[in-house]
């Protein structure tokens, strides 16, 4: 599957990330990106599939993290 970054309905700004918190309703993929870094692609809560974005580890919360863990393994 190629990698394709959305910018969705709202594009998200270092102020608006500073400001807002969002929650995330989905973990929808995983991969390694260049630098050796973990990558998700997140669907995030109230807003459709559709704008979900991928994004660094450290942008997602343990608890998130761990969720998509348990779902791999299933």
Do not use: F
Not at 24 to 41: D, F, K, P, R, S
């Amino acid at each position: 599957m190629a990698r394709t970054r959305s910018l969705g309905i709202r594009a998200r700004t270092a102020e608006m990330i500073a400001n807002d918190v969002y929650h995330v309703q989905e973990i929808l993929e995983e991969w390694e990106n260049e630098e050796g870094g973990t990558e998700y692609l997140v669907w995030w809560m109230g807003y459709s599939a559709r704008d979900a974005t991928w994004e660094p580890a450290e942008n997602i919360s343990a608890p998130d993290i761990a969720r998509w863990r348990r779902h791999q393994d299933e």
